[in-house]
C-alpha cells in the first residue's frame, strides 16, 4: 500500500528535482516520485472521462434545446397570412440577383415552413418582372444568356402553377435568344397570364404574334412596345384576332409600330381600355377606323398630331373617359361621347375652348371632371363667351385649368354657386388683380358646405390657386398675406387650400 510521503519530500520531488536536470533523486526517493506519477496519470485519466461525459451530456441538452425552441417558436403560432406579410415586408424591391448555382437557392436555408409560405403564397409572385436588355459595355450576349436559362430556373420555381400572373418582359439583341426566351420563359406560362408587358425588337413581333390568341387564353392587359425600330423598307408583321378574354389595350413606339394593329379582321370590339398616348407622330386618319371599331370602349388615352376634316365622325356610347393631347383642337369636333364623365386635354396655343365646349354640349351634361393642360405652360386668353359656355355643365365636380386665368366675373359666380353647382376640386391660376377674388371665392364655397341643404350641392374640399413666380417677387408683402389668408381658410374649413408658384410645377 502507498503511503503518503511527508511534504517536504513532495516539494523536493515535484519543485525541485521536476525543475531541474542538474538534481538527481535518490533510490528511495525515485520509488516516491514513480508512485506520485502513477496516482496523478489515474487522476488525469478520471478527469478526462468525467469531462467525456460532461461534452456528452452538454451535445444531450443542446439537442434539446434546439427542438424545445423549435417547438415553441413564434412564427408556428402565426398565421400563413402574417408570415406571408413578414416574408413581403423582408422582401426588397431591388432587383433580385439570380444565384449562379441553384442548389444554392436561398429559399431552401431557410426553416420548412417559411419555404412554404415562400413558395406556396401566390402573391409574393404573381407579379414578375424580367429585364434581358443588352447595354454595350456593360450588359453583354454571354451575361444575357446567362440569365436567360437562371431566369427558366427561377420561374419554374416561384411562378404558381394556377391563378393569374402579371408578366413584364423586355429583351433585345439576337432573334435567336429572343426565341428562346419565348420559348423558355413565356410559353410555359402563357396559359395564365392575365397582364402582359412586353419591351421587344420590331423584327420579333411576328414570334408574339404567332402565340395569339390560343396561347394566351386568359389575357386581360397587354401593353406592348418595342426597344428598336422597323427597317424603313421592310414589310410590317399585323396581328388578325385579340384573345377575347382582352379588355385593356397600350401600345408604345413610332407610329409604323400601330400599323401592325390595323387589320381589318382583329376583333376590337373586346378592348374596353386603349391607351395609344405614347405613339409618335399619330393621326386622326390612322386613328378614327379603329376608335370606330370599338363599341365597347370605357376609357381612352391617346395623342394626335392633326385634324382631318374628310374623318368620319366617331360616336362611343360607352366612353367616360377621354384623356387626349391635341395638335388641333378641330380633333374634338369628330367626336360625340354620350356617356363622358372626364375629360382631360393637353394642348399647344391656343387654347381650343370652343371645341372642348362644343364637344361638352353635344355629348353630354353630365360631365363631371375637366381637366386642361397647356404643354407650353403659358396663360392663355379666355373668351367670356365661350367660357361661360364651357362651364354650362351644372354636374361639373373637379376643374383643373392651370393654363389661364378665370376673370373675376367667373370666380364670383363659382363662390356663389351660380355656376358650377357641384364643384368640390378647383385649379387654376391667378394673377394680381384675381388672387383675393380667388381666395374670397373659396372661403364662399366653404362656407356652403355647411349653411347650403340643397340634395344636389357639392361639398367643397379642395383649393389651388398658381401664381407667377414674378409676382411672388414683386408684392412680397401681398404674397405673405394672401399666403396666411389660404392657411387659415385650410384650417378653419379642414378642406385644402393652397397658393403654389407656377416655378414649383
Known sequence: MFSIPDAQLCHRIEFEAGTSNNIILSESEACVAKDLLSETECEIHTIDLQIAELCHQREHNAARLERLRTAVAPHKRLPPEILSWIFRLSCEDARIKLPHCPERWALRHVCSRW???AINDRQLWDCISVDLQLRPGIYTQDDQLADLLRSQ???DIILPRNGSISLS?????????????FDKLIKPHSGHVTELHLGIPALSFPLFFGMLPDQFGAL???DIGYVSWFPSDGDYPSINKFPPTLRSFSIRGHHVVYSCFCSPELNWSYITHLDISQVLDLTLRKVVPILRRCTNLETCHCAILDDDHDS???ALAHLHTLDISLGSGAVLDVFTLAALKTLIVWFDDPLPLESIAAL???????LQRLDLHNFSQSQSECDFDILAALFAATSLRILTARSFVFPKWILEQIGRRDILPQLEDLECHLDEETISTFLDTVE????QNVSDSRASAGKFRRAVGIYPMAFDFACADGMLSAIDRAQNLEELHKGTVCLVSSEIL
Open 115 to 117: 419555404r412554404s409560405v
Open 153 to 155: 430556373r427561377l420561374l
Open 169 to 181: 418582359f423586355r429583351i433585345n439583341g439576337l432573334l435567336d435568344v429572343i426565341e428562346l426566351a
Open 220 to 222: 386581360e392587359s397587354l
Open 312 to 314: 368620319p365622325h366617331v
Open 360 to 366: 361638352i354640349y353635344r355629348s353630354t351634361r353630365g
Open 444 to 447: 364662399s364655397l366653404f362656407r
